[in-house]
């Protein structure tokens, strides 16, 4: 596909319980960035790689919150004991490293806690 | 610390207006501002970016406009029509930091009449 990919779209998860949420990024884009998004809000960043490292986790909002992307390519945003305080859309997008540097989001995925 | 605002909060027009949407920013040391869509239940699609060295980006009906010194950035749509209707989110980024992360306005959800 040409564009960002989410995975799931939508998950419901009881409070206390570990998810795991999926971005794939457009094919040689460097940069991933992960945002969430509650109801009426713009997103918020949570953080942000260069190839595999998190050049930026100054968004994560606590030590539950945590990302990794292994290859430089696919990210996975994993959160533990989920509270329902977490229940948001969770946005994912991705850039190249040069200008015009625009950042490409994906569908999101709608996380429900319980 | 950086802090974006989109004024009005939500627009009603009838179809074929002309209309402008506002954003405002308060520190000026940005590194690019991008204008985006959001459809309900949907991902961002982006309109239009702008460099901090530029003064106006324009894409069909659509025209951005920037001007830094005063914190500030329009968004034009001419000829308003039924499908331009959803919401339109102004971010920012900002020299300092990572020089990653966008920040967000809450947006301005608009609806055109037919």
């Known amino acids: 596909g040409a564009g960002v990919s989410q995975t799931p779209s939508n998950k419901v998860t009881e409070k206390g319980k570990y998810v795991e949420l999926r971005c794939d990024p457009i094919?040689?884009?460097?940069?991933l960035y992960w945002y969430r998004q509650s109801l009426g809000q713009g997103p918020e960043f949570l953080i942000y790689?260069?190839?595999?490292?998190?050049?930026?986790d100054s968004g994560l909002p606590n030590d539950r919150f945590f990302a990794v992307r292994p290859e430089g390519s696919v990210s996975t945003l994993k959160i533990q004991r989920t509270e329902r305080g977490d229940s948001a859309v969770y946005l994912c997008?991705?850039?190249?490293?040069?200008?015009?540097?625009?950042?490409?989001f994906g569908p999101g995925t709608r996380l429900t806690v319980l | 610390k950086q802090e974006v605002t989109q004024i009005p909060a939500a627009l009603s027009v009838p179809e074929g207006e002309n209309l402008v949407l506002n954003c405002s920013f308060t520190?000026?040391?940005?590194?690019?501002l991008q204008w985006f869509r959001q459809d309900p239940g949907k991902g961002l699609t982006s309109l239009l970016l702008?460099?901090?060295?530029?003064r106006e980006q324009t894409s069909g009906r659509l025209n951005a406009s920037l001007d830094k010194s005063s914190g500030r950035s329009t968004l034009y749509i001419a000829a308003s029509q039924p499908g331009d209707s959803a919401t339109y989110l102004c971010?920012?980024?900002?020299?300092?930091?990572?020089?990653?992360?966008?920040?967000f306005g809450k947006g301005t959800k608009l609806s055109v009449k037919p």
């Open positions: 997008a991705s850039s190249s490293d040069r200008p015009p540097d625009t950042q490409y």
């Open positions: 094919s040689g884009h460097t940069a």
């Open positions: 790689f260069q190839g595999t490292g998190a050049a930026d």
């Open positions: 520190d000026s040391a940005i590194y690019n």
């Open positions: 702008i460099q901090s060295s530029q």
């Open positions: 971010a920012v980024r900002s020299y300092g930091g990572s020089q990653g992360n966008l920040i």
